[in-house]
């Protein structure tokens, strides 16, 4: 049976001019990661990625570690959203809320794009926006539709947390609130295990950091 390990992208550079790409942090991240993959003779026979720089330096620093180098697919449907657009976009709709707090507060920046995705998966978020919740919703699963047509073996996927909850949602069947709750809830570099059947996904675990769940490396345990 086929196997996909779905991994999310390291530490990305949250408040830089460039958020996409991994922060130093984010490399030392995916680098335990592929490791923990060699230390468990863990190989990979396929190698997806989106076309952020993110995701392939995060692929690039896994594949340190494994005995054979597999050249990467990129595919734009593991893409992640446009999370400044839908952020501005709520914004816009809600000026009311920009007193709340300063632009550098994660902590309230997520508070405010998970109302964003709200809006967004019901058609309500206004703005020019570059791609509905449907159209995303489609495009992620093109991709993974893609990869299923195209593994055998051991496939790592490495994309984004907005890409990853809607795939895991259609594997599960949630509706769009949950799918919205399980993006914020993915950790930088973890992974979620999914067999393949002959016409279905099953997932096998979520979220997994088992290379950072250790007393020396807890500090690196991040979600942006």
């Not at 794009?113 to 509905?132: M, V």
């Not at 496939?155 to 949602?169: R, W």
């Not at 914020?184 to 279905?200: A, E, P, W």
């Amino acid at each position: 049976m086929a196997e996909i390990y779905l991994v999310r992208h390291g530490q990305a550079s949250f408040n830089s001019e460039n958020y996409d790409r991994l922060s130093d942090l984010g490399h030392q991240q995916s680098a335990y990661l592929g490791v923990y993959f060699a230390l468990r003779n863990i190989t990979f026979d396929h190698i997806f990625t989106g076309t952020q720089l993110r995701h392939s330096q995060t692929a690039e620093d896994i594949f340190m570690a494994q005995p054979h180098k597999v050249s990467p697919v990129r595919q734009e449907g593991l893409n992640e959203y446009d999370f400044k657009a839908l952020y501005h976009a709520f914004m816009a709709q809600h000026p009311h809320e920009a007193p709340a707090s300063p632009e550098g507060d994660r902590r309230i920046f997520y508070q405010r794009l998970k109302k964003a995705l709200k809006l967004w998966s019901e058609n309500k978020l206004a703005g020019d926006l570059p791609e509905s919740w449907d159209n995303f919703k489609s495009r992620v699963a093109d991709a993974f539709n893609q990869i299923q047509e195209n593994t055998r073996g051991k496939c790592l996927v490495v994309s984004s947390g907005g890409a990853i909850s809607m795939a895991l949602g259609q594997i599960l069947d949630l509706k769009a609130q949950k799918i919205i709750d399980l993006n914020l809830q993915i950790k930088n570099s973890s992974f979620s295990h999914i067999y393949l059947g002959h016409d279905r996904m099953h997932l096998s675990s979520f979220n997994n950091i088992p290379h950072l769940d250790r007393q020396d490396r807890l500090d690196a345990i991040t979600f942006s």
